[in-house]
């Protein structure tokens, strides 16, 4: 507890010292400054009205992306390969689910929903922009672990925006599924 609190007081001090003139300057006038067809800045929220309809309406100049014909592929591709999967659709997103558990994350407490032998996890999610995560993608993740998973987040120019799919799958996946998932996801933009 001691060295906590002089830590957070060490820390306070340092931030204190430190001189303006190093730190970025926020001022009303400069975001003011801005022409409309600047991009907001990473730490400026974008308004409700732009997060909700970019793909509808085909914002920023892309083209208008089609969800539902996308997602009626993924939705295929899955019930081909597992015909009792549990498949929930949003506005941009899947989620299909096939014999899965809440496996403990070691060492962390967490619980986390991931497929148990001859089953399958698949995220897909259409979003705006690119994609700005903290994991590098693509990637195979676990693998020391009962799964494997496969993370990929193309971007499209053309709609502005990218696919972030997550695909947890056991050892004993079938390779044709993965394969044509994978070749699906890098090929997006023609579904859309």
């Known amino acids: 507890m001691f060295k906590v609190r002089h830590a957070l007081v060490g820390f306070a001090l340092a931030a204190a010292l430190i001189p303006q003139s190093v730190l970025p300057a926020y001022s009303v006038e400069e975001k003011s400054k801005r022409s409309e067809g600047d991009s907001p800045s990473v730490k400026e929220p974008l308004p409700a009205s732009t997060k909700e309809s970019s793909h509808k309406t085909g914002a920023k100049g892309h083209k208008t992306a089609d969800w539902n ?76 672990s009962y799964y494997h998973v496969l993370m990929f987040a193309p971007y499209s120019k053309e709609y502005g925006c990218h696919l972030l799919t997550k695909v947890a799958h056991p050892f004993d996946a079938p390779p044709e599924f993965l394969k044509r998932v994978q070749n699906l996801v890098n090929q997006f933009e023609q579904y859309l």
């Open 69 to 144: 014909k996308l997602c009626s592929v993924f939705e295929a591709i899955v019930v081909e390969y597992y015909p009792k999967a549990k498949i929930e659709k949003k506005d941009h997103s899947l989620h299909a689910t096939f014999k899965t558990k809440s496996w403990e994350i070691p060492g962390s407490n967490r619980h986390e929903e991931a497929p148990v032998w001859g089953g399958i996890l698949l995220d897909v999610d259409l979003k705006e922009g690119q994609y700005a995560g903290v994991q590098s993608v693509p990637a195979k993740l676990n693998y020391n």
